[in-house]
């Protein structure tokens, strides 16, 4: 059984590492019913204060991993310590290998036209052997959304990866997931951009320094605004610490 969730202002984390994950993933798809697989970070944290559905979808999915090093701060500020960052991508580039070796068939959707083609491209080339059942792009009109929904029953994906980026990724599994049947899935942000090699991640002097966060700041400056619940969000744990 699973160790006890902790909460981070409300929101529940599993206290889990990456191998811990990938087992999880492997008995979700022995199980063969939909779970919804969640990597949280601060800033959804932040929103879920004020966003009740949101909350809601997170308290309820079935395994929140601690996505960044705010959460992972966060968890140990408050006492209640998570072994270590568990983000979408790291998590995606982990289900490669073993999905090649187990069979696992994986679908992609999301990411601008073109992307999820080239990201599954470059993990056949990575990874001859593995099973991609299909892509799509993340700009579908209603009816695309019909015909993706259709494709991906047809297909039956052992792994569903949504990257329509958060939350609008988290909402859209939710609303799908009992009817899709797939067993897992996982709203996985930016990182088809990442791996079809159209966006690059933090290099690893930012990421050891756990300054991912900065480095996209300064590459996508837009980004500032919604940053700003970074700051938020530790003057909130900090207040919720000194509760305790
Ligand atoms: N995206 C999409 N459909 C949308 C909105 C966004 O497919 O309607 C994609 C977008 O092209 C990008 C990803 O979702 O590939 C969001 O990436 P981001 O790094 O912003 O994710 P976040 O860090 O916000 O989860």
Redesign the pocket.
């Known amino acids: 059984m699973g160790m006890k969730k902790v909460s981070v202002l409300g929101t529940l984390v599993d206290p889990v590492d990456m191998q811990g994950t990938l087992e999880k993933v492997e008995e979700y798809i022995k199980e063969g019913t939909p779970h919804h697989i969640i990597t949280l970070?601060a800033?959804i944290i932040y929103r879920a204060q004020h966003e009740p559905a949101l909350k809601d979808i997170i308290n309820s999915a079935h395994l929140v991993t601690p996505d960044g090093a705010g959460v992972v701060w966060a968890a140990g500020k408050l006492g209640t310590p998570v072994p270590e960052r568990v983000t979408?991508i790291d998590l995606v580039q982990a289900i490669l290998p073993t999905a090649a070796i187990k069979g696992w068939r994986i679908f992609l959707y999301?990411?601008?036209p073109g992307?999820a083609e080239e990201a599954a491209r470059k993990m056949v080339e990575e990874y001859p052997g593995i099973q991609i059942a299909g892509t799509s792009?993340?700009?579908l009109d209603a009816q695309g959304q019909k015909g993706l929904l259709s494709s991906i029953q047809k297909t039956k994906p052992d792994i569903l990866l949504v990257?329509?980026?958060?939350p609008?990724?988290e909402y859209w599994i939710r609303e799908h997931m009992d009817q899709l049947k797939v067993p897992v899935l996982i709203?996985?942000?930016?990182?088809?951009?990442v791996l079809a090699g159209k966006?690059k991640r933090a290099p690893e002097a930012f990421q050891r320094l756990k300054l991912e966060w900065l480095y996209?700041l300064l590459k996508e400056p837009r980004?500032a605004g919604?940053m700003l619940a970074l700051p938020k969000f530790a003057l909130l744990v900090l207040k919720e610490s000194l509760k305790k």
Not at 187 to 193: E, V
């Open positions: 970070n800033e979408g999301g990411a601008a992307v792009h993340g700009y990257a329509l980026g958060a609008k990724q709203g996985i942000g930016g990182t088809l951009d966006a996209r980004r919604r």
